[in-house]
């Protein structure tokens, strides 16, 4: 039987239906004063079947198949005592239309045949004349039960449409939390890569500084020190220039509305510059090709976390070799240092490693990272040329 559903609760709908029972209760007393069909006035034994009658459609959509049955009963010994046969209809006719609404389309066949048969039975058994006006009687079943019919489908339809926007609601909000944590971990991966190259940069620079003012007071080399401060002022000016691009594009939400864009493959001298102020010897090999800027995004910051890492963990002398060429419809880039490490936490896997490879998932690519087996550090990634859309790009 299906679960009877609706927007008041059970308590509320029992008072409605108790109520429209009175009211068909009262309609039935006044049919009874002022219709003179072919039954007589109920006595009193019939006045307690048309009031069971009416007290039974009461929980009618709680139970309509048994509300039926009970109602087939009373009513068909109602009328096979000659009482008032119009007096009942209203009740009749609820009943068989919550069936037809509120159960299966086979129960609403069920008892129509059931009802048509029992009445089209008796009514011709007692002559042609009643069997007559059993008929006109026997449309308005079919048409209650068929209203029935069309208000379950019509409910069945109502209820998939709001089910489907209220899935579609829940879509978007899922849609709007999942933008929401791409947005979150794409501002840490921009803060991480940016603060962290500055700061590694800016330590050892000051680590040179101090070095130099350490290392002979009485033979101070100003200019030394002087080179090691204004490489910590270019290191602060251009973190501040790429901080200050990195906080417009997510006031604005796209690269093309901020003043200035992403660094891109032709910031890569840069980052070799800056690492070379730390005292590495970087090599740099860049083939010039068209990347899509989501792609020349990627590889800038994976260039620029392998050199922090190197600059960070590598022993002194050390050199990094960094190629960027365009292959097979991809770039590819590799980083590669000879340094030694220092301490157990050279190159250990962190936020960094982990960034390099979301980096080069945003754009559809794999990035390895480990030690060389001839010693030193690699990172390698392959980035396609070709546009893919999977968020998160900058």
């Known amino acids: 039987m299906e679960r009877v559903l609706g927007p008041a609760a059970p308590g509320e709908r029992l008072r409605t239906d108790a109520l429209f029972a009175l009211a068909m209760a009262a309609s039935a007393v006044v049919i009874v004063r002022v219709v003179r069909d072919n039954g007589a006035p109920p006595d009193l034994f019939g006045w307690a079947l048309l009031l069971a009658a ?3 459609i009461v929980w009618r959509r709680r139970a309509p198949m048994r509300v039926m049955v009970v109602m ?7 009328h096979s005592l000659d009482n008032n046969h119009t007096a009942p209809m209203a009740v009749s006719m609820a009943s068989l239309f919550t069936v037809a609404s509120r159960t299966r389309p086979r129960n609403a ?3 129509g045949v059931a009802v048509l048969g029992i009445m089209l039975g008796v009514k011709f058994s007692e002559g042609l004349a009643e069997g007559a006006e059993s008929l006109r009687i026997s449309g308005w079943i079919v048409a209650f039960l068929l209203l029935g019919v069309y208000v379950r489908i019509h409910r069945q339809y109502v209820a998939s449409v709001v089910e489907r926007a209220e899935r579609a609601e829940r879509t978007r909000e899922e849609e709007a939390r999942r933008r929401v944590a791409e947005e979150r971990l794409r501002v840490a991966r921009d803060l991480h890569d940016l603060l ?3 700061i590694t940069l800016v330590g050892v620079q000051t680590s040179v500084a101090a070095h130099v003012l350490s290392a002979d007071p009485d033979r101070l080399d100003r200019a030394a020190v002087a080179k090691a401060l204004d490489d910590v002022a270019e290191t602060c000016r251009s973190a501040r220039g790429e901080l200050r691009a990195t906080l417009e594009v997510l ?16 910031g890569l001298p840069d980052l070799a510059d800056a690492a070379r102020t730390a005292g590495a010897l ?3 090999d860049v083939t010039e090709c068209a990347a899509p800027p989501a792609v020349g995004v990627a590889a800038y910051r994976i260039v620029q976390e392998a050199l922090t890492n190197a600059v960070r963990h590598a022993g002194p002398g050390l050199t990094v070799r960094v190629a960027v060429r365009a292959e097979d419809a991809a770039l590819s880039v590799r980083v590669t240092d000879d340094g030694v490490g220092t301490g157990e936490g050279a190159h250990a896997p962190g936020y960094g490693l982990v960034g390099m490879r979301e980096r080069a998932r945003t754009v559809g690519g794999t990035l390895e990272a480990g030690p060389r087996p001839e010693g030193g550090f690699m990172v390698s990634a392959v980035l396609p040329l070709a546009p893919v859309s999977l968020g998160g790009l900058t």
């Open 54 to 56: 009416h007290v039974v």
């Open 72 to 78: 087939m009963v009373i009513l068909l010994t109602y």
């Open 109 to 111: 066949l069920l008892v």
């Open 196 to 198: 962290a190259h500055s």
């Open 251 to 266: 006031r604005s939400g796209t690269e093309e509305e901020a003043r200035g864009p992403l660094p891109g493959l032709d």
């Open 282 to 284: 970087v090599e740099l």
